[in-house]
């Protein structure tokens, strides 16, 4: 079946642009998860969905971020005002409910220049 | 803060040797540990997990060993093929609600023909 898909594979925007990052979980995984990983580094927590709840946005850096997940499958990363900080790969991740096992998409590459 | 880390952050191997890559963590409420390969440009792919009342999983190829007492982390890989080449993480969940997955910093793995 299909995996975790992301989009788009690479984007690069300018300073101070809104940028919307999307990911389709895994089809039947309610748990949906947003990950940021540096160049070198392992992956950073940014917030975990249970359904179309955000159950845990503790890894957030700040209020530029924000996220979303109306209907409880596809999910919507955005950044506001970004910043050349701002620049990773930004992960998504699903698991199916009660599960610890998460499944990551490919991720998507942001460069703020 | 509370993290998990490794101790080698590069390890090459001769092709067909055993590679072991070592992960330590702190938080001793971590009940649940995960190692993932990622390979350049993809998102990390689940290998293979262990609970913290287990000090032992074995999969295709690959054993994970839990030492409570130290709180060490190990994935021994057998048979190292040039398809294992990548980058190494270990994760770690703490047990609290939302199963967030704290990563270390990766070891890369290395296998020369």
């Known amino acids: 079946g299909a995996g975790v898909s992301q989009t788009p594979s690479n984007k690069v925007t300018e300073k101070g642009k809104y940028v919307e990052l999307r990911c389709d979980p895994i089809s039947g995984h309610t748990a949906l998860y947003w990950y940021r990983q540096s160049l070198g580094q392992g992956p950073e927590f940014l917030i975990y969905f249970q359904g179309t709840g955000a159950a845990d946005d503790s890894g957030l850096p700040n209020d530029r971020f924000f996220a979303v997940r109306p209907e409880g499958s596809v999910s919507t990363l955005k950044i506001q005002r970004t910043e050349r900080g701002d620049s990773a790969v930004y992960l998504c991740a699903s698991s199916l409910a009660g599960s610890y096992e998460q499944y990551f998409g490919p991720g998507t590459r942001l460069t703020v220049t | 803060g509370e993290s998990v880390g490794l101790h080698l952050p590069t390890l090459s191997v001769q092709e067909g040797d055993n590679s072991i890559i070592n992960c330590a963590y702190s938080n001793s409420a971590s009940d649940y540990f995960i190692w993932y390969k990622q390979e350049s440009g993809k998102g990390p792919q689940f290998i293979i997990d262990?609970?913290?009342?287990?000090d032992k999983r074995q999969g295709q190829r690959v054993t994970v060993l839990l030492n409570k007492t130290v709180k060490h982390l190990s994935l021994q890989i057998a048979a190292t093929q040039p398809g294992d080449s990548a980058v190494y993480f270990c994760?770690?969940?703490?047990?609290?609600?939302?199963?967030?997955?704290?990563f270390g910093g990766g070891t890369r793995v290395l296998v020369k023909p």
């Open positions: 994760a770690e969940n703490r047990g609290a609600a939302g199963n967030k997955l704290t």
């Open positions: 262990i609970r913290s009342n287990m």
